[in-house]
């Protein structure tokens, strides 16, 4: 079935460090690709998406490309900051919005 | 702006007992959806449903019900709880236009 594989964590990093997380799915056929950010505490939000082959998702400074040759989707931030402490998921569509997720990875950012 | 409600946030149950998890949306989306979380694990699909009066087994529905008798509103029921369904339950809701939303979680606990 399809599946979602992201690296584990934690990732720790310094304050202003450049970020990647890898992610990778195994899907037939061209599915919506997302990643979700989880704050302590709190429900998942959306961080960014990618509808289609090559798109680039981005938003707050991260960023997200639809690879289908190498079915990657790798978030990268250039300069993190201690609020962006948080877990990461990456997520696939499997049909009607319903996701299908990685594992997730806990970001921790240090002063 | 409410967005996805879940009620209770948390919970604890004996073995053998039975609840109900209530989550209500006021976006009037047609799709909505429960997950649980188990520690260090993404967000496996429970249930899902595309409108009113029509719901679906996602990848883990044993132990599970669910009903949808009003685009509001999308309980989970579990009739004989069990320690394996000590996890965080989300609640989401999207459409055919727009991503899936979260709500904050419920924390269940069997003992």
Not at chain 1, 68 to 74: D, V
Not at chain 1, 83 to 107: I, M
Not at chain 2, 29 to 39: F, L
Request: with cysteine.
């Amino acid at each position: 079935g399809d599946s979602v594989t992201q690296m584990e964590g934690p990732v720790t990093l310094s304050e202003e460090a450049f970020l990647t997380i890898n992610c990778t799915y195994t899907a037939t056929g061209y599915p919506s690709l997302f990643w979700y950010v989880q704050y302590p505490g709190e429900g998942l939000q959306l961080l960014l998406k990618a509808t289609k082959a090559d798109d680039k998702g981005s938003n707050k400074g991260f960023e997200a490309t639809y690879r289908k040759e190498t079915t990657s989707f790798h978030l990268e931030k250039g300069s993190v900051q201690v609020s962006d402490s948080a877990v990461y998921f990456c997520a696939q569509e499997r049909g009607r919005r319903a996701l299908t997720f990685g594992s997730g990875t806990r970001l921790q950012v240090q002063p | 702006n409410a967005g996805v409600t879940q009620t209770p946030k948390f919970r604890i149950l004996k073995i053998g007992q039975s609840m109900t998890l209530q989550c209500t949306q006021d976006m009037n989306h047609n799709y909505m959806y429960w997950y649980r979380q188990d520690p260090g694990m993404g967000l496996k699909l429970i249930y899902y449903s595309v409108g009113a009066g029509i719901t679906d087994k996602g990848e883990v529905p044993n132990g599970y019900n669910v009903s949808r008798s009003t685009t509001e509103d999308f309980p989970l029921r579990l009739e004989l709880a069990a320690p394996s369904q000590t996890s965080v339950y989300f609640c989401a809701s999207g459409n055919r236009q727009t991503e899936a939303f979260f709500g904050q979680g419920t924390r269940l606990t069997v003992v």
